[in-house]
């Protein structure tokens, strides 16, 4: 934290939980903060801003569904203003909030505060401001922000902060979260923070709650986490134990590659390396819109130059001929003249529901009992994969548009055969060396 934001948070008695300060600290454009009800995120937004309040000329937005949520931070920010630092406003608007409608606060250096409602879009055109607040984000409307709001950034190069408790994995989590984790400089990102991080909050209180209240709306609503409402398919997944930096997959490893082609959206590819120990590896992935299939098939091969494919494998639906569309090869064998040997692939979904869950689910290693390790890990360059495991529902299994699933789903129906470990090569081959030692090495016999 700079040394001018320090000074500040220690005159107006503001002293950070760790996960606030870490907010706080991030010089990133673009900050999300997930966290439990009652942990404080009102506050931690609020202070975040005040430092660009308090310099000349700067303009900022909190922005919430309704008048009620902005009111929050509008409170801590006039407290910390007014109160505490002692400056006296040039003009402000419904302060206290007797009534529920717009707030503003005007400064003598020209710094302005205006609380903002998606419910009265026409208030959210015209102006460019400094920084935004998009109080309780989760319960926003993704097309209130493209539309209205991520606009007025643009020529002052505005920020934004979103301090939420998360609401299943909607739009915060693909346009804030992922491209934090994933690396982008411009974005901050941190979840799963338990409102035990703030000291006022009782544990009592959370213990109890945690056998009251249902497993996913007590990790939402308790512990910050993002939460599947819909049905998620594969619960056990987690990007904290089944997401891995890549590592060398080597020659002797078997790898399949699984095709879900489609003429109308992307094709789907997806290949897994499996070790000999059994182990999953999704190594590389393909989502690519409007290729051809020559041109998904020249892919393939320059992949296949770096990671050899042992067996290809290809949506069953690609066997048949479109008449009515005026095929007369089927969508598999196009891709067999084009050097794709691919064989039809069992898409049943139940037994690759059960082998799936299976492998994604953590078990000793070598018999020690706190060494838990899943047999499936997806290297973290595979973005559509990861994405797709975390959004992958019973409605959209029903609906047939999750293509990377599809993929993993036909590969772990056709039972990959795992690599052999090097002592068991080592005994294959003196079992064939004692075999033909009395044979005659010219006859065989």
Known sequence: MDKVAAAIYKTIGYDPSPSQLELHESPSRFKFIGAGA?????????????????????????????????????????????????????RELNVSFTTPGPQSLLLPWGAEVFTKSEQNPDALLGEEIDWLILSEGSRLKEETYDMYLRARLGTRHGRVIVPTTPHGYNWLYKRFYLPAINGDPEYWAKVDIKVTENPTFDKEEYDRAKKELPENAFAEQYDGCFVAWSGLIYRRFSRSVHVIDPIPIRASWPVYAAIDPHPSTPAAVVWIAVDEYGTWYVCHEMFHPELTIPEISDRLKKIENKCPVTRYLIDPNAK??????????????????????CVEANNKF????????EMLTPKPVFGEEDNLKPKLFVFNTCKKTIEEFENYTWENEKTGKSHIMDCIKYIANDNPVRALREEELEKMKQEEEERFKDRNARTGY
Do not use: H
């Not at 700067?58 to 002692?86: C, H, M, N």
């Open 320 to 341: 048949l001929i479109d008449k009515l569309r005026g095929q007369s090869v089927s969508v598999q064998m196009q891709f067999r003249r084009n050097g794709i040997p």
């Open 38 to 90: 009652r942990f404080g995120k009102s506050l931690c937004g609020a202070m975040d801003v005040i430092p660009d309040i308090l310099k000349p000329g700067t303009r900022g937005w909190i922005v919430g569904p309704s008048y009620d949520q902005p009111s929050k931070e509008f409170r801590y920010i006039y407290d910390a203003i007014v109160a505490k630092l002692g400056f006296k406003p040039q």
């Open 350 to 357: 139940d037994g690759a529901w059960y082998k799936i869950t």
